[in-house]
């Protein structure tokens, strides 16, 4: 049974009018204080809200409000009947943050999981190398992002409280299916353009609906490593085809397709992740040819393509979304909080994938999709992404210089985008390992394979470039194993 202690006979508690926080939020972090310092105790009953009210000089909805809030954080219970009562608890939260650690820690093996838990600490420094694959928010443009919010919260009040379209808000589908038409894409807004939830969120529809447990799927090594696991998860067999500057390995890729009958090849054309590459026009041509005489599908992943200078070839284009399902997304150029993407791929499909987007999740989250349609609608978004473009390109040849002053090597300049692959002459796990020792976020060559071979190859953001005490722990780093050069 538990005894429920008086309230304390007065509360050091008064209203700060004209204050930066409201009379709610005042009151409501006042008492999480006591509470916090032990100064009401589990089970002491909060002065009723007439009670609180009076005493505080508040009116009661400010009290109501409060002990809500109070409620939802954790701090008190609300007995029907009875009143508000504080709840006891397992330690003072502050604990759990002080007990985190403040660095990396250097793992046993570096491998996929423990990347993505580093990429994603809030620890982790900014413009970390090798890093989350985002972009620094002082490099794109929150302002704008925040300004469409403000704008979609007035004029849709009555919208936000209601499901959306499945196949996603009609307006961003009709701007998507204009952009991709310009660039010669046979998009339609209704037959065959679904919106979801990133580029990773469209990936894993496609694996979902086409890949079953023993079926091959080709992959480009290197890649993109989240896809690996994803795909694993599925039972998926996976098989790389070597990726060079102009594209994949063409005869190995028909070989394997020959001897392994893929369901799907997963490649990114434009701006690939991690090499910055982009596909020639030849070596496009030959995986459509591939594909359609070993008859596979083709997964484009155009996540980074807004990077590229202009001019790069679309195999989605070519295939008229025959064969191609063609990826893309808005994350990484506005926000990477607001997961809005979209696939194409011909209109048969493209009922089947978003039948079971409804059944994952039935629906869209049509707020963030709003806020995207309304950043393309008012016109910004080009010259935004022209602005990122130039930055991150002068960034790159930074990036470039300043590896190649340690010793490192770039068998082959990227094309464009966020990223430099780079080789270090020596295992780049281990080298990963000895950089989370100094706080450093290295993501080794042996991530980016399909069958995590040891490599010697790194990949660095090209943001690494506008850190200076980075490059000083990398300086330390490569002195050490005997690649610096002075």
């Not at 005894?3 to 009151?27: F, I, K, Y």
């Not at 009401?40 to 009723?48: A, N």
């Not at 529809?205 to 696991?229: M, N, Q």
Request: charged content about 20%; overall charge positive.
């Amino acid at each position: 049974m538990t005894v429920a202690h008086s309230p304390p006979s007065s509360l050091p508690w008064q209203p700060v009018r004209q204050a930066d926080a409201t009379l709610v939020a005042q009151l409501a972090d006042g008492l999480a204080r006591r509470i916090d310092e032990q100064g009401l105790r589990p089970g002491t009953r909060l002065p009723s809200i007439r009670k609180m009210a009076e005493q505080s000089g508040v009116s009661r909805f400010t009290v109501v409000e409060a002990y809500d809030r109070l409620v939802a954080r954790g701090l008190v219970q609300s007995r029907r009947g009875a009143g508000f009562f504080v709840k006891a608890r397992s330690g003072p939260l502050t604990a759990v943050a002080a007990a985190a650690p403040s660095t990396l820690a250097p793992p046993a093996r570096v491998d996929i999981a423990w990347l993505l838990r580093s990429m994603f600490r809030e620890s982790t420094a900014p413009g970390m190398p090798g890093g989350a694959g985002l972009l620094p928010a002082d490099w794109l443009d929150p302002d704008m992002v925040a300004g469409a919010v403000r704008a979609v919260g007035r004029s849709v009040r009555a919208n936000l409280v209601s499901y959306g379209s499945p196949q996603g808000f009609a307006p961003l589908r009709q701007q998507i299916a204009a952009v991709l038409q310009n660039e010669g894409v046979p998009a339609h807004p209704e037959l065959n353009l679904l919106t979801t939830n990133g580029v990773t969120h469209g990936l894993d529809l496609i694996a979902r609906h086409l890949v079953k447990p023993g079926d091959t799927v080709l992959v480009e090594d290197p890649a993109w490593f989240v896809i690996f696991g994803r795909l694993a998860a599925f039972g998926a067999r996976l098989i790389g085809v070597p990726r060079g500057p102009d594209g994949p390995d063409l005869d190995l890729l028909e070989q394997l397709a020959a001897q392994h009958k893929p369901k799907l090849f997963i490649i990114n054309g434009s701006v690939h992740n991690p090499t910055g590459h982009t596909l020639s026009a030849g070596a496009a041509y030959g995986i459509l040819r591939i594909a359609e005489r070993l008859d596979f599908m083709v997964v484009e992943d155009d996540t980074y393509g807004e990077l590229h200078p202009g001019g790069a070839i679309k195999l989605a284009a070519l295939d008229r979304l025959n064969r191609v399902i063609y990826v893309g997304g808005y994350s990484k150029m506005l926000a990477a909080s607001l997961r809005v993407g979209y696939l194409a791929a011909n209109s048969e499909l493209l009922q089947k994938l978003a039948d079971l987007k409804m059944l994952a999740g039935l629906t869209s989250p049509e707020l963030g999709e709003r806020v995207v349609h309304r950043v393309l609608m008012e016109g910004q978004y080009r010259r935004h992404i022209e602005r990122v473009r130039h930055r991150v390109d002068d960034a790159r040849q930074r990036c470039m210089k300043g590896l190649l002053k340690l010793g490192l090597t770039i068998p082959h300049e990227p094309h464009g985008g966020m990223f430099v692959w780079a080789d270090c002459g020596r295992d780049s796990e281990v080298l990963a390992r000895e950089a989370a020792d100094r706080g450093l976020l290295l993501a080794p060559g042996t991530l980016f394979s399909p069958t995590q071979a040891p490599s010697t190859m790194l990949r660095f953001s090209v943001s690494v470039a506008d850190h200076r005490g980075i490059w000083a722990e990398l300086e330390k780093l490569f002195a050490q194993n005997g690649s610096y050069n002075q």
